[in-house]
């Protein structure tokens, strides 16, 4: 199957670049197994150094702790931590941000449209 590697979901949906703006799109189950997939993509952005790097959320079904641990370690490559922001998170993946306490620490942002603006 197309976008899938042993069933699963490519973690990167897409990459969006408008000037100095970059929105990734990541989908399905964040986890261990495509981490390094995930931290590949958002660690290339940021070599780029984009004025903003939105990180779309909506696809995404469940995050776990090592892809939340990549979250951290891309926005500490930002030289404004507030440029990066998570957005459009379903209700588990903001309920794991809560829990974590990373959604005190992130800018979490409804919709992408709200994290460009």
């Known amino acids: 199957m197309e976008g899938t590697a ?3 979901i490519d973690p990167i949906a897409g990459v969006d670049r ?3 703006v ?5 989908a399905g189950e964040l986890d261990l197994y495509n981490a390094h997939l995930v931290r590949e993509a958002l660690l290339g952005c940021c070599d780029e150094k ?3 790097l939105a990180v779309d959320l909506a696809e995404v079904e469940f995050v776990d702790s090592t892809v939340l641990g990549v979250f951290v ?3 500490t490559h930002m030289a404004d931590r507030q440029a990066f922001r998570l957005a459009a998170p379903r209700a588990e ?6 829990v974590s306490g990373l959604d005190k620490h992130f800018v ?3 919709t992408v449209e709200d994290a460009l603006a």
């Open 108 to 110: 979490v942002c409804a």
């Open 6 to 8: 042993g069933g699963r």
């Open 50 to 52: 984009p004025e903003r």
């Open 93 to 98: 993946t903001r309920r794991a941000l809560e």
């Open 18 to 20: 408008d000037g100095g």
């Open 22 to 26: 970059i929105v990734v799109h990541l």
């Open 73 to 75: 370690e891309a926005r």
